[in-house]
Nanobody, 119 residues
């Protein structure tokens, strides 16, 4: 069992940056591949980025070149650095612990953190 707590969301102007954090507890963090999802109002939850146990990252086309996922296994934390933010990035962002990268299978979820990008 893994507990995940996101933080770092907020309101930012278009073109700005935010860094989301996800702190994990309750299990061995390093055995999981980690992911960030987002869900905008009226839309399905979508996978934004994943990072493998070994540190290999993958991204949705919509965020490539703007978002960077990273992890700190010593502190049981995964990050999502978001830059050049656009209004269409507005969503609730969720952290997940699971397995896979190209095909990612989340097992545990955080409660989400709101990101709002104003134009």
């Amino acid at each position: 069992q893994v507990q995940l707590v996101e933080s770092g969301g907020g309101l930012v102007q278009a073109g700005g940056s935010l860094r989301l954090s996800c702190a994990a507890s309750g299990s061995i963090f390093s055995i999981y591949d980690m992911g960030w999802y987002r869900q905008a109002p009226g839309k399905q939850r979508e996978l934004v980025a994943t990072i493998s146990r070994g540190g290999s990252a993958s991204y949705a086309d919509s965020v490539k070149g703007r978002f960077t996922i990273s992890r700190d296994n010593n502190n049981n934390t995964v990050y999502l650095q978001m830059s050049s933010l656009k209004p269409e990035d507005t969503a609730v962002y969720y952290c997940a612990a699971g397995y896979g990268s190209g095909n990612y299978y989340p097992r545990y979820w955080g409660q989400g953190t709101q990101v709002t990008v104003s134009s």
